[in-house]
């Protein structure tokens, strides 16, 4: 015998679908065939939904129903943007209390979805959902604030900003260190623990609790192997590392970033000025790239528009300076001249 197929009647729409399912999928439709009430009685071959739904969300939400995926939205989702029947979807699906689809869409996040996924977990107390999207902005704290809808329409208060901030700090701080590690001379590793064949460890975390350094899972970027004279900051729970030069002395003013919470590298923009041996600091939410190999320029770039500026110089081109943030302000410390004149 064929399944049991019932009508959905919103408005003067009628849709066709499977009993069973309408039963396995959604807790409003297995509450009321349960109940015993009329409308659920045998024989009872349509179901009327009242007002205030959409066709659309509940034409998505059917769609899931008898798929069990949003081939419908993704479809429309169009790459990065952000999906324009979330809404719908949302709304549907929290009515009809479908739990497989509101539990689907804790996977779905993205970056041009993220915000609205959060404003439409508030609004409709979908505590899980509201979570995913917090860790999902944590996770990408720097590309969320890139999103060109994060402050004209206010979606990301400073409220949210700490927020996110305090969730990427979760965990156990821990040292990394960077270079060419081999088997031979990584600290704290035993002999011949490096595989065969296998390049070299450019990256180490320390395990307090074993006291040895293990190797991060994730390499060095090709483009940062034999880099020298780098600077490098901590900002946001972000890992920075800029400049330097290569093997053959030349100067790059490249800069990339890592990301423990992803364990993933990401090239950011350039430098204005190639520069090495410089002093790096993450200062109010920005870093600042000061003097350098004859340089007394200092570089400002803002995560948030992912550039950077020139700010007010040096009065001399230092080396071998030292350079602290305190309280909001950079001090450079030491050093001395091109020309030999040291400072105090």
Known sequence: AGEEVVQIRLGDKRYPVCKRKLIEQSDYFRALYRSGMREAGQGQEEQLLPGGLSSLGLELVLDFINTSCLARLEQEE??????????????????????????????????????????????????????????????????????????PHLLLPLALQQQLKERRMRGTATLVVIGDFMSASSPGLPPGCHPQGEPPWAMLRYDEEAQRWLPLANNLPPDLVSVRGYGSAMLDNYLFIVGGYRITSQEISAAHCYNPCLNEWTQLASMNQKRSNFKLLAVNGKLYAIGGQSLSNVECYNPENDWWNFVASMPNPLVEFSACECKGKIYVIGGYTTRGRKFA
Do not use: I, K, W
């Open 78 to 151: 169009g790459g990065d943007e952000e999906p324009p029947l979330l809404e719908e979807l949302v709304e549907a699906a929290s009515y009809l209390q479908v739990t497989p689809l509101l539990r689907l869409l804790l996977s779905q996040v993205r970056l041009g979805n993220c915000f609205e996924l959060h404003r439409l977990a508030q609004v409709y107390g979908l505590q899980d959902l509201h979570d995913a999207c917090l860790d999902f902005m944590a996770a990408h704290y720097h590309q969320v604030l890139r999103r060109p809808d994060a402050r």
